[in-house]
C-alpha cells in the first residue's frame, strides 16, 4: 500500500458520490480543508494511479461546448481500502511552523518585531477561531440529521482546541517577551566562520 495520505482524501470525498476531480479539489477544500489541503498537481496524477490500481473507475461525459467532463467513482475496492487505511493508528507528523522558527531566533532582531509577530499570529488565530465558530453553526443549521455531522464536528472542534491553545500560547508569550529586559535580549552579532 502506498504510503501518500492523499489517496485517501480523494477515496473519502468519492463516498459522497462521483464527481469530477475539480469537484473533489472544491469538496475537500470546503470540508477537510482546514486541516487537510489538496491541489490539483496532486489531485489528477492521484486520480490516475487510483484508476489504474481499480480503486476507482473514471467515466467521460460529454458537454456541449464544453470540453469533456472526467467523473471519477469510488469501487468496492476502494472503499475496502479506504477503510482499511480508516482502521490504522494515525501517524504523528512534525510541521514546518514559521513563527516558532522565527521566534527560535528571535534575539536576532529588536524585540519591536518579535512581539509584531506574536500580534500578527494571534489576529490570525482569532480569526480562525471566529470561522471556526461560523461553520459550526452552518452545519449544525443545514445538516442537523446527517449522520456524518458528529464526525464533522469532532475535525472542526478539534481546530477550535488547537487554536483557543494557540491563543494562550501566544498570550503567555507576549508577557515573556514584554518582560525581557534590554540586557537579556542585547542583540548579538552572528558568528561568522
Known amino acids: 500500500m502506498k504510503n ?26 470546503t470540508s477537510v480543508g482546514n486541516f487537510w ?5 496532486q489531485i489528477y496524477p492521484l486520480l ?3 484508476v489504474a490500481e481499480a480503486l476507482v473507475t473514471r467515466a467521460v461525459e ?7 467532463r472526467h467523473v471519477y467513482t469510488l469501487t468496492k475496492s476502494g472503499l475496502d481500502q479506504l477503510r482499511q487505511w480508516l482502521q ?13 522558527l522565527k521566534l527560535f ?9 518579535n512581539l509584531e509577530q506574536v500580534r500578527h499570529f494571534q489576529n490570525s488565530q482569532r480569526f480562525l477561531l471566529d470561522k471556526y465558530e461560523v ?28 487554536t483557543r491553545a494557540l491563543l494562550l500560547w ?3 508569550t507576549s508577557i515573556e517577551l514584554d518582560a525581557l529586559t534590554d540586557e537579556t535580549h542585547r542583540l548579538i552579532p552572528a558568528q561568522l566562520l
Open 48 to 50: 490516475k494511479e487510483l
Open 88 to 100: 490504522e493508528p494515525a501517524e504523528m507528523q512534525t510541521g514546518r511552523i514559521e513563527i516558532l
Open 4 to 29: 501518500n495520505k492523499s489517496r485517501y482524501a480523494i477515496l473519502g470525498a468519492l463516498t459522497w458520490g462521483p464527481q469530477s476531480g475539480y469537484d473533489i479539489r472544491k469538496n475537500i477544500e
Open 62 to 68: 460529454a458537454q456541449e461546448g464544453k470540453p469533456d
Open 135 to 162: 461553520i459550526e453553526r452552518e452545519l449544525q443549521a443545514s445538516h442537523p440529521t446527517d449522520p456524518n455531522l458528529p464526525y464533522w464536528l469532532i475535525t472542526l472542534r478539534y481546530g477550535k482546541h488547537i
Open 170 to 172: 501566544a498570550e503567555e
Open 105 to 113: 531566533f528571535g534575539r536576532q532582531i529588536a524585540m519591536t518585531y
Open 37 to 41: 489541503s489538496e491541489g490539483y498537481g
